[in-house]
């Protein structure tokens, strides 16, 4: 759920960035920027789910930095073991209002550096081996989980048939996902369809 909230209200600061890396404000390499001002780049986000993580609910996280990638994203620990999350990656750009990817969610070190997820030379003393979420379903899932009255809601594209499914499961990690409605339409959005 911070997860989502944070790549759903924050913004990735995309045209200070390409227009010069150096013409960032301080405040978007903060957690400040992306949570109040919802304008971040990739350490900004990463602190602002620190905090959250840590300050807030009392789960270890910290932020984790590449100088070869130029670029920052969080470890977290779950359960006694340490998972990568990516929010700024998991961030569409330009921003999609409701798409929030999950791509780079709880993976091990194994799956964040292999061909498709491409992190590398990061520096941290944590080392995270447990492969349990690495091929979960929702790696796949391009929307928003949203919580309501026990059960997890989620719309899966299904490129195939070029149809929208409103899925629900009760539980997260376990028991069977049931279809509560299909869009046959797509829109467009920044040349994207949904």
């Known amino acids: 759920v ?3 909230y944070l790549v759903q209200n924050c913004e990735y600061d995309y045209e ?4 010069n ?3 960032v404000p301080e405040v978007s390499h903060t957690a400040y920027g992306g949570l109040v001002e919802k304008m971040a780049v990739c350490d900004g986000y990463g602190k602002a789910y620190a905090y959250i993580m840590n300050d807030k609910l009392g789960l270890p996280c910290e932020v984790v ?3 070869a990638m130029n670029h920052a994203w969080n470890l977290i620990q779950i359960d006694g073991e340490w998972y990568h999350v990516d929010a700024t990656w998991d961030d569409p750009t330009w921003d999609s209002i409701g798409r929030v990817v999950h791509k780079y969610f709880l993976l ?3 799956a964040i550096s292999d061909s498709e997820h491409k992190h590398h ?3 941290t003393t944590r080392t995270a081996n447990s492969t349990l979420y690495d091929t979960e379903y929702w790696s796949k899932i391009n929307s928003a989980f949203c919580y309501n009255q026990g059960t997890w809601y989620y719309s899966q594209y299904q490129e195939e048939s070029s149809k929208t499914s409103l899925l629900k499961r009760n539980e ?3 028991g069977t996902t049931e279809n509560v ?3 046959s339409a797509t829109w467009n959005n920044y040349g994207n369809s949904y």
């Open 16 to 19: 200070r960035y390409s227009a």
């Open 21 to 23: 890396p150096d013409s």
């Open 172 to 174: 997260l990690l376990s």
């Open 121 to 123: 030379d990061w520096a």
């Open 181 to 183: 409605y299909t869009e």
């Open 2 to 4: 911070v997860h989502d």
């Open 65 to 67: 930095i590449s100088d």
């Open 108 to 110: 091990s070190d194994t």
